[in-house]
């Protein structure tokens, strides 16, 4: 069978660690790239048997693609420390192993669990990923945000799926937006791109109508209408934050560390 390493970056993710390695301890390797948690995030991956490497956190495309780089085999699964693969997921990658891979990667979906309950709606259930890939055709992009595998050659689809268990709580989800955002708002600057305050404002109602209208949050009960509430909240703020940069006004410091997948999509 076609050996394969799950590569990882980490920042204080002890409580969601445990069961997210435990999902990929089929795999022939574990590499965990911390960039400095104060918690048990290191004792734990190395007590499950991953190989730890530490790097200052200097944006998700080069610390991913460092992960990649630490790897032993050439083929790469790659995934957030709080997502977990599904035993049908395993499977599937398994058996796509062992008859030899017929793609140089492949996408599948990745299911976001909100406030413990799997939102079938929201557009958050069905979106795909690709995240299993022969890094001798591709790796990740170097952006610090909104960074992606690009593989050149044939791209496949898995019907199975991750499960990808965000934020521990509320609390912590206001948190991680207000990290994002910061990210978020100066890769905008970087890029030239403008807003204005206006535009900020109107972006709340407009995001918070389309996942929750367009995209049948409202399907989802209460954990959808959250959902749809504190993603138009993100993508109001990140866009605040960028015009308080054009009109240079505020000082935005990144924190170090990483944030979900899923809150690039806004």
């Known amino acids: 069978m076609t050996p394969i390493s799950v590569v990882i970056i980490t920042y204080n993710?002890?409580?969601?660690?445990?069961?997210?390695?435990?999902?990929?301890?089929?795999?022939?390797?574990?590499?965990v790239v911390d960039s400095g948690s104060t918690d048990a995030t290191v004792a734990l991956a190395e007590g499950m048997g991953a190989r730890v490497f530490h790097r200052s956190f200097d944006g998700y495309g080069s610390?991913?693609?460092?992960?990649?780089?630490?790897?032993?085999?050439?083929w790469i699964l790659s995934i957030d420390a709080d997502e977990v693969v599904s035993p049908e997921l395993t499977l599937e990658i398994q058996q796509v192993l062992r008859q030899g891979p017929g793609c140089q990667g492949y996408r599948f979906p990745i299911s976001l669990?909100?406030?413990?309950?799997?939102?079938?709606?929201?557009?958050?259930?069905?979106?795909?990923?690709?995240?299993?890939?022969?890094?001798?055709?591709?790796?990740?992009?170097?952006?610090?945000?909104?960074?992606?595998?690009?593989?050149?050659?044939?791209?496949?689809?898995?019907?199975n799926r991750i499960?990808?268990?965000?934020?521990?709580?509320?609390?912590?989800?206001?948190?991680?937006?207000?990290?994002?955002?910061?990210?978020?708002?100066?890769?905008?600057?970087?890029?030239?791109?403008?807003?204005?305050?206006?535009?900020?404002?109107?972006?709340?109602?407009?995001?918070?109508l389309r996942i929750y209208i367009l995209r049948l949050g409202i399907l989802d009960g209460y954990e959808g209408f959250l959902w749809a509430l504190y993603m138009s909240v993100y993508t109001m703020t990140k866009y605040t934050k960028l015009v308080e940069l054009q009109n240079k006004n505020t000082v935005i410091?990144?924190?170090p560390g990483y944030v979900l997948e899923t809150l690039v999509a806004q």
């Open 13 to 31: 993710e002890a409580q969601a660690l445990p069961l997210t390695l435990r999902s990929v301890a089929w795999a022939d390797e574990i590499i």
């Open 253 to 255: 410091t990144t924190q």
């Open 63 to 74: 610390q991913k693609r460092y992960a990649v780089g630490q790897a032993t085999h050439d």
């Open 163 to 208: 499960y990808h268990y965000s934020f521990e709580n509320i609390t912590d989800h206001f948190l991680k937006i207000d990290r994002y955002t910061t990210i978020a708002a100066h890769a905008m600057h970087q890029r030239g791109k403008r807003s204005s305050r206006l535009k900020a404002v109107f972006r709340l109602p407009l995001t918070f």
């Open 113 to 159: 669990v909100y406030q413990g309950r799997l939102l079938r709606h929201s557009g958050e259930y069905n979106k795909r990923f690709l995240r299993l890939f022969d890094r001798r055709t591709g790796n990740y992009t170097t952006d610090n945000v909104h960074e992606k595998v690009v593989v050149t050659g044939k791209v496949g689809t898995l019907s």
